[in-house]
């Protein structure tokens, strides 16, 4: 829950005001706690009661002092309190309190750290796989133009290297982090930060030039990439082989019914032993087979022999990709 000290503040003061009252009957007058809370409150509250019986003179001062300032202290918690909810501070918490509900609902999530171009152009790839993924960008801007775009995005701003950031956003729950910071420095940094909360964690991390490639990884990157690289490979793959291209790019295009999956064999049976055990009667193409020893198979037989720990590259519909990951990823 995320307090904020414009609500917090008076009614910490509140609070105190009520604690010296009852402390303060009960010492002078020697009031039960009942009756020190009763006077208390209608003080506070000027609303004129009798006391519960007649106050001495040192009583009758403390209930000056104290007349006059919970009166002080409630005008400046109203005043306060009027004042967050027309700048709209309490539309604010709500939306924290609701966010931080949210993302600790997620696990086996992705955490974008950067919400730029490239971040945005990933988080649309996540959501046409039905993964779930956070965002941290320091940068509001990106929120704005990404909720315009793609609706309502379960973000955090803040900065991707600070712990406590990363622990709202769930890595210790997360199976993946996409960093895409501008300047490698930081990427270098989140990467450091990253691995010490979370040593399983699969980390892909931007670069902008070759000699941030050896340092991300020495962090503990799992991957490095460098986009301007890939653009030009992609623009040149286009002039040498457009259509390898093109196939490539209708297979990862929102209008196309079918996407390549990977289907890790880690829950295995005895009675699976051929790859046609493993697809049985989805409508599934292999292309690819990778054994435990790291070797692979391009365009494998049904009848191919399968073994635990070797994961197989499919073609077909997501449902059907989704059944085979449900039943032998987990």
């Not at 009252?21 to 006077?39: H, R, S």
């Not at 750290?113 to 960008?137: E, M, P, V």
């Not at 929120?143 to 712990?163: H, R, S």
Request: net charge neutral; hydrophobic share 40%.
């Amino acid at each position: 829950m995320i307090w904020s000290s414009k609500l917090f503040a008076p009614l910490v003061i509140i609070c105190i005001v009520v604690i010296v009252g009852v402390a303060g009957f009960m010492l002078i007058e020697d009031y039960n706690l009942l009756d020190a809370v009763y006077m208390t409150v209608i003080t506070i509250a000027t609303i004129g009661y009798e006391e519960t019986r007649p106050l001495s003179n040192t009583g009758k001062i403390f209930n000056i002092f104290l007349i006059l300032s919970s009166f002080a202290t409630f005008a400046y918690a109203i005043t306060r309190l009027s004042q967050y909810i027309l700048d709209g501070g309490l539309r604010h918490y709500l939306k924290n309190r609701r966010l931080m509900n949210e993302l600790d609902k997620l696990n086996d999530h992705v955490i974008i750290c950067g919400f730029g171009r490239n971040g945005q152009q990933a988080a649309k790839t996540f959501r046409q796989h039905h993964l779930q993924y956070s965002i941290i960008d320091n940068n509001p801007e990106h929120f704005i133009e990404a909720e315009k775009k793609f609706g309502p995005q379960l973000g955090i701003e803040g900065n991707a290297y600070d712990d406590d950031i990363l622990k709202l956003a769930g890595i210790e729950r997360a199976r993946a982090m996409l960093i895409t910071l501008p300047v490698d420095a930081d990427n270098v940094y989140v990467v450091l930060t990253a691995r010490s909360l979370n040593d399983k964690l699969l980390i892909v991390s931007r670069a902008n030039d070759n000699t941030a490639i050896s340092k991300l990884k020495k962090a503990g990157a799992d991957h490095v990439i460098i986009p301007d690289k890939i653009g030009g490979t992609h623009m040149a793959g286009l002039i040498t082989r457009p259509d390898i291209i093109e196939f490539i790019e209708y297979l990862s295009s929102e209008n196309n019914n079918n996407n390549l999956g990977s289907i890790d064999l880690k829950n295995i049976d005895a009675n699976t032993k051929t790859i046609e055990h493993v697809i049985k009667d989805l409508a599934l193409n292999v292309i690819g087979v990778r054994f435990p020893d790291g070797k692979y198979q391009t365009n494998p037989s049904l009848q191919t022999g399968i073994t635990a720990r070797a994961k197989i590259f499919v073609l077909g519909k997501q449902d059907a990709i989704d059944r085979l990951q449900q039943e032998f990823s987990k």
